[in-house]
């Protein structure tokens, strides 16, 4: 699942970058949804954008690669039977990885989805955005349902 995330990831940027020119908006959805090819030099949602260091990109670069092993750390200790969760670590860990090869390529990430409502504008995004905000949802579904409490230990005989 991982490797078919991040295939689509990259292949969708591979057409941006090769097919749209930098700042150019399609038409998808009228009023709602364009596909806009920017670049964002920063972190989720543009954060850092404008900071001017020559570190910030290997900056980024280290933290996203130490996320990836934690992320990797957390999936091999999580249950099998907690397919949500592991779902949930695949998808955050494949847009991880997405946006990665995009900063240690470009020195940015590539977005280009381009959401918005009337005044309401949400920042440009990407499918590995997609895939760790989607991953994030189900583990907090995850950890909002009701899970069945361990049935108390048998009482033996004689015991108090």
Not at 102 to 122: G, P, Q, S, T
Not at 138 to 150: K, V
């Amino acid at each position: 699942m991982s490797n078919t995330l991040i295939l689509v990831d990259q292949y969708t940027k591979f057409l941006v970058n090769t097919h749209i020119p930098l700042y150019y908006s399609i038409k998808v959805i009228d009023d709602f949804f364009n596909i806009t090819h920017v670049r964002n030099p920063g972190v989720a949602f543009g954060l850092f954008a404008d900071q001017d260091s020559e570190y910030k990109v290997l900056i980024f670069i280290l933290i996203s690669s130490v996320a990836i092993l934690a992320i990797l750390f957390i999936y091999y200790q999580t249950p099998d039977e907690k397919k949500m969760v592991r779902t949930g670590l695949i998808m955050i860990f494949s847009g991880a990885i997405g946006n990665l090869i995009d900063r240690i390529a470009y020195k940015e990430v590539v977005d280009f989805m381009d959401i918005f409502y009337k005044n309401y504008h949400w920042p440009a995004f990407n499918f590995a955005d997609a895939c760790i905000t989607i991953g994030v949802g189900l583990m907090i579904i995850d950890l909002f349902q009701g899970h069945p409490e361990e049935k108390d230990p048998p009482i033996l005989r004689g015991q108090p």
